[in-house]
C-alpha cells in the first residue's frame, strides 16, 4: 500500500461512506477512530522502510501517480500526518457533544485528506486547486439546508477563490525566477503574486473580516474547525515555499512584510477582541491574533523558526477545539452569543464557561496552559531581534486578556438568587474534562511535543539551518 492511499484516499472514501450510509450517532465514533488510526499508524510505522511482523514484511511506499500527477508522502511527513490527524480525530470525538450535523465528520474528514493531498501533490502548484476544493466542501458545513448564506460565508469563499490564480501565477513566475535570478522586475512581482496569495489564503490584515462575521453567523464547532484546519495547512504549504527558493528563504525584505503583516494581525485582533460584546466574535478575533504569531514566527530568521512555528501550530488546534465546543453548548440555550443574552449563563453552564474561559486564557499566553509555552519561546527570539515588535505583542495579548476578563465578568454576573445547577450532558463534561486537562498537560510538560519537533529538519531540509 502506499502512503498517499492511507492517508488521502482511506479517509476521504472514509468521509464518503460515512455521509451516505451510516447513522448520526454513530459517526463521529467510526470517524475519530479512522482518524486516530491514522495517526497512529503515521507516528509508529515509518514511511518507505520494510518492517518484519514475524514472516510477513510491511512496508508503505512514499508515492502513487494519479491522472498524471505524483502524490509523495515521505518518511519525514510521518510527524506532521500524526499531529493533523490527531488533532483532527479531536475534532471528530466531539462531534456528538457539540449537537453538530452528521455531515461534519464526513465532509471534516474529506476536507482534512484533500488538505492533506495539498501538501502531497507534484507539482507544488496544483495544491492551490486542492485548498480551494477543500473550501467548497466548508460551504455545506457552514450554511444550513435552503438557507442563504450569510456574507461572512460569501466573503470567505471568494477570498479562498481570490487567492488561487495568485499562487498560480506566481509559482509560474518562480520558474523563471529560477531560470534567471538577477532579473529584479521578475522577482519583485513573483514575490507580489505570492504575498497576496498568501494574504488571501491566511485572512491578513485587512482581509480577515469574513472571520467575526462567520463566528457570528454559522455553528460554532464548524467555525473553529475551519480556523484551525485552514491555517495550519496554509502555514505547512508556505514553509515548502520558503524551503524549495533559496531567494524567498534568504530575502531580509520578505521576512520583514511577513513580520509586519503578523504583528498587525496580533495587534488588530487582540484589540478588536477586546472591544466585542459578542463572545463568538471574541474567538474569531483570539484566532485571528494567534495567526499573526504564527506568521511572526515565519518570519524569524532564526534556526528556532521551525521548532517555535510548530509549537504554536499544535496547541492552537486544541484550544480551538475546546472554545468552540463550550460556546456549542451554549448557544442553542440562549438567544444570541451576545453579552445581554449570556449575563448569568455560568450559573446554568458552569463547565462549559470554565472551558471557555481556560481556551481564552490559554490563547493569550497566560501560565500554565497550552499556549504558554510556544509564546515563551516566540516572545525570547522576538525579543532579541526587536524590542518594538515585542511590545506590539504585549499589546495584542493585553487586549485578548482584557476580553477574557470582560467575558467571565459577564458570564457570573447574575441575580443573587439564582442558583448554580449543572445542565451540561455526561458526554459534554467527558469532552471538556478531557480538552482542559490537554491544556493543562501541555502547559506542565511541554517536552510532550519535543518529540515531534525533532524530526521536522528532515522535512524542511533548508529551513532553521
Given at each position: ?37 491514522l ?12 518492517l518484519?511482523?514475524?514472516?510477513v ?11 498524471g ?13 500524526a499531529?493533523?490527524y490527531?488533532l483532527?480525530a479531536?475534532?471528530?470525538f ?13 465532509l471534516?474528514l ?28 466548508v460551504?455545506?458545513?457552514?450554511v444550513?439546508?435552503?438557507?442563504k ?5 460569501v ?17 509560474w ?7 534567471s ?26 482581509l480577515?473580516n ?16 475551519l480556523?484551525?484546519?485552514f491555517?495550519?495547512f496554509t ?12 531567494w524567498?528563504?534568504?530575502s ?7 513580520q509586519i ?31 499573526g504569531?504564527?506568521?511572526?514566527a515565519?518570519?524569524?530568521q532564526s ?12 496547541p ?61 519561546a ?5 525579543a ?7 511590545f506590539?505583542?504585549?499589546?495584542g ?11 467571565l465578568a459577564?458570564?457570573?454576573m ?11 450532558s ?7 474534562g ?6 493543562f498537560?501541555?502547559?506542565?510538560f511541554?517536552?510532550i ?17
Amino acid at each position: 500500500m502506499s502512503a498517499p492511499i492511507l492517508w488521502i484516499a482511506i479517509p476521504f472514501i472514509s468521509g464518503f461512506i460515512i455521509l451516505s450510509f451510516l447513522r448520526e450517532r454513530i459517526s463521529p465514533l467510526i470517524a475519530g477512530s479512522v482518524a486516530l488510526i491514522l495517526a497512529l499508524t503515521a507516528l509508529i510505522i515509518p514511511i518507505d522502510t520494510a518492517l518484519l511482523l514475524g514472516s510477513v514484511s510491511i512496508k508503505i511506499s512514499p508515492s502513487i501517480q494519479f491522472f498524471g500527477r505524483s502524490f509523495t508522502l515521505t518518511t519525514a511527513d510521518g510527524t506532521i500526518l500524526a499531529l493533523i490527524y490527531g488533532l483532527s480525530a479531536i475534532w471528530f470525538f466531539g462531534t456528538e457533544a457539540s449537537g453538530t450535523a452528521n455531515r461534519f465528520v464526513s465532509l471534516g474528514l474529506m476536507i482534512v485528506a484533500l488538505l492533506t493531498a495539498s501538501i502531497a501533490v507534484e507539482p507544488f502548484l496544483f495544491a492551490a486547486l486542492l485548498l480551494e476544493m477543500a473550501a467548497m466542501l466548508v460551504i455545506p458545513l457552514l450554511v444550513p439546508p435552503y438557507q442563504k448564506p450569510g456574507r461572512g460565508v460569501v466573503r470567505f469563499l471568494i477570498y479562498q477563490t481570490l487567492a488561487m490564480p495568485f499562487i498560480l501565477f506566481s509559482g509560474w513566475m518562480l520558474a523563471g525566477v529560477e531560470a534567471s535570478p538577477g532579473d529584479i522586475n521578475t522577482t519583485i512581482q513573483a514575490g507580489t503574486m505570492l504575498g497576496l496569495g498568501f494574504a488571501f489564503l491566511l485572512g491578513v490584515f485587512p482581509l480577515y473580516n469574513w472571520i467575526p462575521m462567520l463566528t457570528e453567523e454559522s455553528p460554532p464547532y464548524v467555525v473553529g474547525f475551519l480556523l484551525w484546519a485552514f491555517p495550519t495547512f496554509t502555514v505547512i504549504f508556505g514553509l515548502g515555499f520558503l524551503d524549495r527558493y533559496t531567494w524567498l528563504r534568504t530575502s531580509p525584505q520578505l521576512s520583514g512584510a511577513i513580520q509586519i503583516a503578523g504583528l498587525f494581525m496580533v495587534a488588530s485582533g487582540g484589540i478588536f477582541a477586546a472591544l466585542q460584546k459578542h463572545v463568538g466574535r471574541m474567538m474569531g478575533y483570539a484566532a485571528i491574533a494567534e495567526t499573526g504569531l504564527l506568521m511572526l514566527a515565519m518570519g524569524l530568521q532564526s534556526s528556532e523558526m521551525l521548532n517555535v512555528t510548530f509549537l504554536l501550530i499544535i496547541p492552537r488546534g486544541l484550544e480551538l477545539c475546546v472554545w468552540a465546543l463550550a460556546l456549542s453548548i451554549i448557544k442553542p440555550k440562549v438567544t444570541s452569543l451576545k453579552f445581554n443574552d449570556v449575563q448569568g449563563i455560568a450559573r446554568s453552564y458552569p463547565f462549559a464557561v470554565t472551558a471557555i474561559i481556560l481556551a481564552h486564557l490559554s490563547m493569550t499566553g497566560f501560565p500554565l496552559l497550552a499556549g504558554f509555552p510556544p509564546r515563551l519561546a516566540l516572545w525570547q527570539e522576538i525579543a532579541g531581534q526587536s524590542l518594538s515588535i515585542s511590545f506590539w505583542i504585549f499589546l495584542g495579548m493585553l487586549g485578548l486578556i482584557l476580553a477574557a476578563t470582560r467575558t467571565l465578568a459577564v458570564f457570573v454576573m447574575a441575580n443573587e438568587n439564582k442558583i448554580w445547577q449543572r445542565n451540561e450532558s455526561w458526554t459534554q463534561l467527558i469532552m471538556l474534562g478531557l480538552g482542559v486537562i490537554g491544556l493543562f498537560t501541555l502547559g506542565l510538560f511541554p517536552q510532550i511535543l519535543q518529540q515531534f519537533l525533532v524530526n521536522l529538519p528532515a522535512l524542511f531540509n533548508h529551513l532553521g539551518q
